[in-house]
Every structure is written in structure tokens, then in C-alpha cells.
């Protein structure tokens, strides 16, 4: 599975960005799709994820209620919608895909994830 990031750019906080994560490759099926994301001098953090058969969706804390993510199935694409963006939401986004479907407790470990994209800044300015 190859995967490309984009959407990223520069915004004013409470500004809104929408990402795209496109899967190639194979047709998603079994797999579960994951945004991260990486501030310069910290650790990879989870962001929320989608899995692709059922399509339940799970989110950091720090997220929830701001961030959504959606798909469009024939397109193998995962969307990271983002609203009331903050400073603090400044950092590279990552997409990644797992060979299976992860369950609960793995989504967030960015250790089970196979296949990744090649990251999308996002600056949000005070």
C-alpha cells in the first residue's frame, strides 16, 4: 500500500484544514487507517483513526470534537477534517495503514501501523 498526505498548509487558530490520505496499491479492506502527527521535539502522537471495515472511528483526547475523519471508499481515501484549529495543533501529519485491522488498544500505536505516507505540515499561527 503506498499512501500520500496532503492538504497542509498555514492557518489562523480557529481556522478549519481538511487532509487527504490516498491509499494505492491494493483496495482497502481489512486495514485501519490512522492520522499521526509530530511536533518538532516530540514524540509521534495518535490522532484519531478509521477502521476500513465497519468504519469505527477513534480519536485522541485532544482532538475529539474538533477533528473528523471521513472516507470515500471508491477512491481508498481517508479525510482528516480539522476545525478550531490551536497553535499547539502545529506538526507534521501522518497517515498510515495497518496490514490488518487493529483492534481498540493498538489503534494508537503507531508501531502497528505498515504503511506510511510521507507527512503533511500543518502550521496553525496565533
Known amino acids: 500500500v503506498q499512501l500520500q498526505a496532503s492538504g497542509g498548509g498555514l492557518v489562523q487558530a480557529g481556522g478549519s484544514l481538511k487532509l487527504s490520505c490516498a491509499a494505492s496499491?491494493?483496495?482497502?479492506?481489512?486495514?485501519?487507517v490512522g492520522w499521526f502527527r509530530q511536533a518538532p521535539g516530540k514524540e509521534r502522537e495518535f490522532v484519531g483513526g478509521?477502521?476500513?471495515?465497519?468504519?469505527?472511528?477513534f480519536y485522541a483526547s485532544a482532538v475529539k470534537g474538533r477533528f473528523t475523519i471521513s472516507r470515500n471508499n471508491a477512491e481508498s481515501t481517508v479525510y482528516l477534517q480539522m476545525n478550531s484549529l490551536k497553535p499547539e495543533d502545529t506538526a507534521v501529519y501522518y497517515c498510515?495503514?495497518?496490514?490488518?485491522?487493529?483492534?481498540?488498544?493498538?489503534?494508537?500505536?503507531?508501531?502497528?501501523?505498515?504503511?506510511w505516507g510521507q507527512g503533511t505540515l500543518v502550521t496553525v499561527s496565533s
Open positions: 498510515g495503514a495497518s496490514g490488518l485491522s487493529l483492534i481498540m488498544s493498538e489503534i494508537g500505536n503507531f508501531a502497528r501501523y505498515n504503511y
Open positions: 478509521i477502521r476500513w471495515s465497519g468504519g469505527n472511528k
Open positions: 496499491g491494493r483496495t482497502l479492506s481489512r486495514e485501519t
